[in-house]
């Protein structure tokens, strides 16, 4: 038996709380068609949002841009910061939406990945990824854009401390392989993993880089039999708008 769909109450929660989040996050006024393409909101939805917010004070409007409001003070005893994590979260739950396949953001621990936030999506046939996982670099698309974004002495020096471990039979191990992929990965700026960690899941991601330094990655799990030509043309147009939005700050 399928689980019974969450009531519109929480999606409408759910959309408050990532409105706030991301015009706070971005530090910056926003007129409400930014929002409501960043958070893929319609836009009479979002007008109803924004003018509560505001009415409450957790948002100000001054002529079109809404920008945070007196009200968040109230709930705090200092000005907020948000952690990468909180920063990448609404865009990850948006892109998911979008999508309605799992995505991720993974950070670099060493050699490793690590994801810091993930989507899982609401289909029966779905991938998850458990926060806080480390995974070898190699094996994971988001793992393979962070390859492809270091530089070429930071790379050799990664072949040179690291086995590249096979997890299935499609793994890339040998390393001549893996480094024409990365330079594919350098010229496209999008990365792939086919089945390479896990049987019947086909990666994509982007390399996500704020000042110009590179944070992380952003990335989509989606079930080879869900995968074609259509589905990967629009996951990785969703990918580059989130990436380009996340580094917009």
């Given at each position: 038996?399928?689980?019974?769909?969450?009531?519109?109450?929480?999606?409408?929660?759910m959309?408050?709380?990532d409105?706030?989040?991301?015009?706070?996050?971005r530090?910056?006024?926003?007129?409400?068609?930014?929002?409501?393409?960043?958070l893929?909101?319609?836009?009479?939805?979002?007008?109803?949002l924004?003018?509560?917010?505001?009415?409450?004070?957790?948002?100000?409007?001054?002529?079109?841009?809404?920008?945070?409001?007196?009200?968040?003070?109230?709930l705090?005893?200092?000005?907020?910061?948000?952690?990468?994590?909180?920063?990448?979260?609404?865009?990850?739950?948006?892109?998911?939406?979008?999508?309605?396949?799992?995505?991720?953001?993974?950070?670099?621990?060493?050699?490793?990945?690590?994801?810091?936030?993930?989507?899982?999506?609401?289909?029966?046939?779905?991938?998850a990824?458990?926060?806080?996982?480390?995974?070898?670099?190699?094996?994971?698309?988001?793992?393979k854009?962070?390859?492809?974004?270091?530089?070429?002495?930071?790379l050799?020096?990664?072949?040179?401390q690291?086995?590249?471990?096979a997890?299935?039979?499609?793994t890339?191990?040998?390393?001549?392989?893996?480094?024409?992929?990365?330079?594919?990965?350098?010229?496209?700026?999008?990365?792939?993993?086919?089945?390479?960690?896990?049987?019947?899941?086909?990666?994509?991601?982007?390399?996500?880089r704020?000042?110009?330094?590179?944070?992380?990655?952003?990335?989509?799990?989606?079930?080879?039999?869900?995968?074609?030509?259509?589905?990967?043309?629009?996951?990785?147009?969703?990918?580059?708008r989130?990436?380009?939005?996340?580094?917009?700050?």
């Amino acid at each position: 038996m399928s689980d019974p769909a969450p009531p519109a109450t929480v999606k409408s929660a759910m959309r408050t709380l990532d409105i706030i989040e991301y015009v706070v996050s971005r530090g910056r006024p926003l007129v409400a068609q930014e929002i409501a393409t960043a958070l893929s909101i319609p836009v009479s939805s979002l007008s109803y949002l924004l003018g509560t917010l505001v009415e409450r004070g957790y948002l100000a409007r001054e002529g079109r841009r809404y920008t945070a409001g007196p009200g968040l003070e109230r709930l705090q005893a200092h000005t907020p910061t948000f952690t990468l994590a909180e920063a990448v979260a609404p865009l990850v739950r948006t892109l998911r939406i979008q999508l309605n396949e799992t995505a991720s953001f993974f950070v670099r621990r060493g050699w490793e990945i690590e994801a810091l936030v993930t989507e899982t999506s609401e289909q029966a046939l779905r991938y998850a990824v458990r926060t806080g996982t480390l995974a070898p670099l190699h094996v994971f698309a988001a793992g393979k854009a962070l390859l492809a974004a270091m530089d070429d002495g930071e790379l050799d020096l990664f072949f040179a401390q690291t086995r590249l471990q096979a997890f299935t039979a499609t793994t890339i191990v040998a390393e001549d392989e893996l480094r024409r992929e990365i330079a594919e990965i350098r010229e496209t700026g999008l990365a792939h993993t086919r089945e390479e960690h896990t049987p019947g899941i086909h990666g994509l991601a982007r390399v996500v880089r704020i000042d110009g330094d590179v944070v992380g990655a952003i990335s989509v799990a989606i079930p080879v039999v869900r995968y074609d030509a259509i589905i990967e043309r629009r996951a990785a147009d969703l990918l580059l708008r989130t990436a380009e939005l996340l580094g917009a700050g």
